[in-house]
């Protein structure tokens, strides 16, 4: 049975494994847990992986069912959505996994230098009119500059021609290290491959409708160091100068994209 927004965020707001910091009261709530989540939550010495406008949180659920080694968070502003994984992993008494409702634009608030180990952002808005708001411009990369291990992981999984174009341009004009770059990720591997890193059996919503439509999925994984040519890498990333053309669907209304001819 569906609930409505209200049930969802009044179950959420009993979640023991649910943080709620939207942008509107992150200034006058402080975050403790920063720097702490080992320590406080997970009371482990686990890797901390983040799922980065997570949705319906799938990739955080799969990944931590998997991976009962490492600890996994999922990161997303719109809590309706994200209800569906933190009930299901709650029913399933996961205990490596977590849900922070908050804005990506601060995401640096709720981490500390070194904490996370690795990014996965999973089907992102490829937000083509404005460049500040890709999860891969060099603004969110300096963010997650902050709170990443030296050389931390990132991992783009997208349908998107544009982000994926947007990112390799992002990736070559800073010459970060990359490890895995597909244009047809189920083509190119599969679930016997020894490309352990990507976990093609956990498909979000998103991924699956576009599979279902026969459009295929880019992978790109890169690493982010602390710095670049002796410089830190948060003073010298540039924003490549490219055009490039638009997907053939409107980034804020991605159910309308047009099928493949």
């Known amino acids: 049975m569906s609930k409505g927004k209200l ?35 997970f009371h482990n010495d686990n890797p901390i992986v983040l799922e980065l406008g997570c949705g319906r949180g799938e990739y955080a659920v799969g990944l931590a069912r998997r991976y009962p080694d490492r600890n996994f968070i999922g990161v997303d502003i719109k809590g309706s959505r994200m209800w569906s994984g933190a009930t299901e992993s709650l029913r399933e008494g996961l205990k490596n996994v977590a849900f922070l409702r908050t804005n990506i634009e601060i995401i640096d608030r709720f981490f500390a230098p070194g904490e996370v180990q690795e990014i996965w952002l999973t089907f992102s808005d490829p937000q083509m009119k404005k460049a500040t708001k890709r999860l891969t411009s060099t603004y969110f990369l300096r963010r997650y500059r902050r709170f990443l291990v030296d050389g931390g992981l990132i991992h783009l999984k997208t349908d998107s021609n544009f982000l994926f174009t947007y990112t390799r341009y992002v990736v070559e ?65 540039a924003e490549p100068d490219v055009e490039i053309e638009p997907d053939s669907y409107r980034s804020y209304n991605r159910e309308r994209r047009q099928q493949p001819s």
Request: with cysteine.
């Open 173 to 237: 004009e800073n010459h970060l290290p990359v490890e895995v770059c597909t244009e047809n990720l189920y083509g190119a591997f599969n679930n016997n491959s020894a490309e352990s890193a990507i976990d093609l059996s956990i498909r979000t919503y998103y991924e699956q409708m576009w599979l279902d439509r026969g459009l295929q999925i880019k992978y790109l994984r890169f690493r982010l160091p602390a710095t670049l040519n002796g410089q830190p890498l948060e003073e010298v990333l």
């Open 7 to 41: 049930a969802k965020f009044a179950d959420m707001a009993t979640y023991p494994h649910v943080f709620e910091y939207p942008f509107s009261v992150v200034e006058d709530v402080p975050f403790d847990m920063r720097g702490r989540w080992r320590e406080q939550f």
